[in-house]
């Protein structure tokens, strides 16, 4: 079972202020974590798991800059065998379709059964390259995936539907999958992991090592474009209680009751 | 004259309400640039269905087969991707849900169309289509621009329009042959549904909920304790249940469940979109340590500050008044 | 010059970070401190990640990295934890003392099971009564006999560490009563399980803080153990030992660092959210200065450790001067920048909630383990100075 498994660096920003940058098209990175995307990580563990049930081996592809090479040398210190550093300067601005674009000539040539990416990244949230890439490849997808079964040459796996409601679906391998969160406990890494990685090579692939000129990606070759970010306009804000956590909960308890929470 | 597609949703014999909100955008879209809206529907006996759109656009486009019965992303993109050759729509409308993440990329790529995906608004000026959508995890919205194209897919996030089944048109109902398939890859096997527990959290009046700021399963007895002295429901946004500390059964949001208690508490729930789609309550608390957390742009009250401070506390608040 | 982490140091400290956020529980860490528990579970996930042997040499179980990435573990462990995460990662203690000093065998036997979590913790049984540090002017009054195979060991021993709980502990025994000056007669010994051993009495003291840790008064009373027990040459235990607290001050001092750097990130926080007169208390010069001062604090600690770590992985040794600056320094910022914390938190700074006044009374505990201010100076001053008459 050879897996490749697509991530992706973004910034932690579930607790931290957001700026918009000057250039009012990207966030200011400032002080903000970047790690992982949470899907990623699962999907990286699913690979992993299936590699440990099945053997052969699974790889990370990354797009990005140098600072990227710590979330695939994250891969390896959790299990990853390869890792494929996709970098060129052209690469930026590039829409999902884009990016799908440039990992598609990385991997076309790869032995693949599987390839995994999350379901969503926690930055932009379009949750395309997994599908896309699979058109380019001519194979199969599922999204959304929240349990991986292999048999016979297939995957039969379950995809979360809306309201509690799963569905199962069968294809053939090889398949594209986009997994989702909670399908797993990602492992933590591990200094032996740590110590791994360090000896394991980054392979690197630019704009001409893909076969591909500057017209395929970045603004170019992208058919969508962030404009502009902005704060999302205030409709509603909640009255914030103030006070000691003392004088807020009493407050609070009073409103609870008034707005029939209790009696 | 242009033609703006929106692609009916329904499962297992419903029609989602995703579809008439994307109808009502569609309405609005249509009218300001004088397209006509139509209805795709995409399944097998599709009379009723067709009869309800039928109510919320210029024409109700079916394909009807067997193979349609249930969502199948190859089936439906084979389908699709002969329509939009055909019909050439400039804008297509398909709800950003599983069924929609599924389908929409795949389709746009095959066609070569621009796609942007959850977008909280969309706007059609002549040809020039924006379109409005949110990142890092809704703390800021962008405005998206898309190359000039004849034809434009955009996927709509769900709760952003009205659901209400419109009854403003009187559209015709047109037949389309059901392609044959080019492959047979991906089989629709079965339906799962989520165990429910001992609870149901749809029928709660007072629900406490809780989310990732509860730090770990051994910190879940806080807020058990204050969902019981408020005699309330216990349920959960979606890390809760990827860490199993709550069965399945008790998630709110759009992969959960849709609940419309009369109270309901969000305790260190950062409020994301997914999870706020799932509530339809009279009131909303947030207790939450980050001011910024998105809950509190759809909470009515709230406080800022620790939970594991604030909930003890109001537990005892709750319990002393009730004794009153 | 670089005073930057290489990749995979950074990639340490990224996973020590990420496992102390998630599995150092404030719950959990809550009942450890109100009863008195040690972290077993913890400390048994932390091994089984490699974050205690980090720096043991792969043969016997552990990571091969050095002292420089076995601080940042500790720095990232006292971040969250504060006294709960000293007590993980230093709970290794007196197995330095094999591993430095000891022969093949003994390493062979006790080292892979210290990597592993199953000795932990290990206890360092050197101090004794009305003694502290001083181990120059008196003979001990632990002493060591040779009784044909065995050793046969007496005496008392106070303020150890991890005693109740250890897989083993090293004592610092007076084998050569006649020795001149008395420390050219220590030795230092195994005792196996010591909890289990029969003539052991071993009593908790109830202290101010570093509640996870159970500090002990240890009484030997004819207890007997193999010769081969004897770590390093007989009569060289003194030297076997301060080689070994050399090493060990600069975990402490790592520890340190990280209570202190957690102590501020909770007060940074609650400067930026909590509001009195209508604005942010951080707006206020009274405590954004605070603020600034223990930031200041804490780097100039934080660096005078890397040294000492680097300098120890590069030469073998760590210079004693830089070693004590390494401990006591980092120490008393721990305690400054935690009292600040309590300060800027107000009453709820008092609070054993918010976790700051645990902080506090576990950052107390670095200042008083392995040598106090006092003695660290005396050493730094001596360095400096030489014999001034």
């Avoid at chain 2, 024409?59 to 009807?64: A, D, G, Q, S, T």
């Avoid at chain 2, 297509?92 to 621009?114: C, K, V």
């Avoid at chain 3, 289990?196 to 008064?217: H, L, N, Y």
């Avoid at chain 3, 509001?275 to 605070?290: L, V």
Wanted: aromatic share 8%; net charge negative.
């Amino acid at each position: 079972m050879d897996i490749v498994v697509c991530v992706k660096r973004v910034p932690d920003t579930s607790e931290a202020d957001v700026i918009i940058a000057k250039d009012e098209r990207t966030v200011e990175a400032g002080d903000l974590v970047f790690d992982i995307n949470e899907w990623d990580k699962y999907a990286v563990e699913e690979a992993v798991l299936l590699k440990e049930k099945y053997g052969g081996t699974v790889t990370a592809v990354t797009l990005g800059p140098d600072e990227t090479e710590d979330t695939l040398r994250r891969c390896f210190a959790t299990g990853a065998d390869k890792a494929i550093r996709l970098t060129d300067s052209a690469f930026e601005g590039s829409d999902a379709a884009a990016i799908a674009k440039i990992i598609h000539q990385a991997v076309k040539d790869l032995k693949f059964d599987l390839i995994f990416t999350g379901t969503q990244a926690s930055d932009d949230g379009y949750g395309q390259v997994g599908p896309v890439l699979a058109s380019l490849l001519g194979t199969p997808h599922a999204s959304v995936v929240t349990q991986v079964d292999i048999a016979d040459g297939k995957a039969r796996v379950q995809r979360e539907l809306e309201g509690g409601l799963s569905e199962v679906v069968e294809v053939p391998l090889p398949a594209v999958f986009t997994i989702q969160t909670g399908i797993n406990e990602p492992r933590y890494v591990s200094i032996m992991g740590v110590r791994k990685a360090a000896g394991k090579e980054i392979e690197t692939a630019g704009l001409a090592d893909l076969g591909l000129t500057a017209e395929d990606v970045g603004e170019k070759g992208s058919m969508t474009k962030v404009e502009r970010l902005f704060l999302p306009p205030v409709t509603k804000e909640a009255e914030i209680i103030q006070g000691s956590p003392d004088e807020a909960s009493t407050r609070l308890a009073q409103i609870i009751k008034d707005k029939g929470g209790f009696s | 004259m242009s033609q703006i597609f929106v692609l009916a949703e329904h499962r297992k014999g419903s029609l989602r309400e995703i579809t008439w909100e994307m109808l009502n955008k569609g309405a609005e879209l249509a009218s300001r640039s004088g397209s006509e809206l139509v209805a795709v529907l995409l399944g097998n006996r599709m009379d009723s269905f067709a009869g309800e759109l039928a109510h919320g656009a210029d024409r109700v486009l079916v394909v009807e087969d067997e193979q349609l019965e249930n969502y199948n992303s190859e089936i439906y993109q084979n389908v699709l991707s002969r329509l939009l050759s055909e019909y050439e729509p400039v804008l297509t409308l398909i709800g950003h849900t599983a069924f929609g993440m599924d389908l929409a990329p795949s389709l746009a790529a095959e066609m070569g169309m621009p796609l942007s995906t959850d977008c909280i608004d969309v706007d059609l000026e002549g040809d020039k289509l924006t379109a409005t959508r949110q990142m890092y995890g809704g703390k800021v919205n962008a405005e998206v621009s898309f190359a000039p194209a004849k034809q434009y897919l955009v996927t709509l996030r769900s709760g952003m329009f009205p659901a209400e089944a419109a009854a403003t048109k009187d559209g015709k109902i047109e037949k389309s042959d059901f392609p044959p398939s080019a492959t047979d890859r991906k089989k629709f096997i079965e339906y799962l549904e989520a165990a429910i527990g001992a609870v149901d959290i749809t029928q709660a009046d007072v629900l406490v909920s809780v989310g990732q700021g509860i730090g770990d399963i051994k910190n879940m007895p806080l807020v058990e304790e204050l969902a019981s002295s408020l005699g309330a429901t216990l349920s959960c946004s979606r890390p809760v249940v990827d860490r199993k500390w709550l069965p399945k059964g008790h998630q709110v949001g759009t992969s959960g469940k849709t609940v419309k208690p009369k109270v309901y508490l969000a305790i260190g729930i950062s409020g994301a979109f997914q999870h706020v789609a799932g509530v339809k309550a009279s009131t909303i608390i947030a207790i939450n340590k980050d001011p910024k957390a998105p809950i509190f742009r759809v909470a009515d009250y709230g406080i800022v500050g620790d939970l594991f401070q604030v909930v003890p506390l109001l537990k005892d608040k709750v319990t002393a008044l009730k004794g009153s | 010059m670089d005073f930057g982490l290489s990749k995979e140091q950074r990639d340490i400290q990224k996973a020590a970070r990420e496992f102390a956020e998630a599995e150092f529980d404030k719950d959990y860490m809550l009942d450890l401190e109100l009863n008195h528990k040690f972290p077993h579970e913890l400390l048994k996930k932390a091994c089984d990640l490699g974050f205690l042997g980090i720096d043991f040499p792969e043969e016997y179980g552990g990571a091969g990295y050095g002292l420089m990435e076995k601080a940042l573990v500790c720095e990232e462990f006292g971040r969250v934890g504060g006294g709960v995460g000293t007590t993980v990662s230093t709970s290794h203690f007196a197995s330095k003392i094999v591993l430095r000093s000891g022969n093949e065998a003994q390493k062979k036997k006790y080292l892979p099971s210290v990597c592993s979590g199953e000795s932990l913790p290990v206890a360092g049984c050197f101090t004794e009564p009305d003694r502290g540090s001083d181990l120059v002017t008196f003979p001990l009054s632990t002493t060591a006999v040779k009784d044909g195979a065995d050793y046969v060991i007496n005496g008392p021993k106070t303020f150890i560490s991890f005693a109740d709980v250890a897989g083993f502990g090293v004592v610092l025994c007076q084998t050569d009563p006649e020795a001149k000056p008395p420390y050219r007669g220590h030795s230092t010994i195994i005792v196996d399980k010591p909890s289990e051993q029969p003539g052991i009495t071993i009593t908790d003291f109830v202290k101010m803080g570093w509640k996870s840790c159970a500090t002990t008064q240890m009484s030997f009373s004819e207890v007997r153990v193999p010769q081969e027990n004897l770590v390093g040459e007989e009569n060289r235990g003194f030297y076997h030992t301060i080689n070994f607290l050399d090493e060990f001050r600069v975990e402490i001092g790592a520890c340190s660092v990280g209570t202190a750097q957690g102590a501020f990130e909770k007060a940074l926080a609650y400067a930026k959210t909590r509001e009195a007169f209508g604005r942010k208390i951080g707006t206020f010069q009274a405590i954004s200065h605070k603020l600034a001062d223990m930031a200041t604090k804490i780097e100039s600690a934080r660096l005078i450790v890397y040294k000492a770590g680097w300098q120890f992985d590069k030469e073998g040794k760590v210079d004693p001067k830089l070693s004590s600056m390494a401990k006591w320094y980092p120490a008393r910022v721990a305690v400054e920048v935690a009292d600040e914390a309590i300060e800027i938190l107000g009453g709820h700074g008092y609070m054993l909630e918010n976790e700051v006044e645990r902080f506090y009374r576990d950052a107390r505990v670095y200042e008083l383990i392995e040598g106090t201010r006092e003695i660290h100076k005396n050493t730094i001053a001596r360095s400096l100075l030489g014999k001034l008459e």
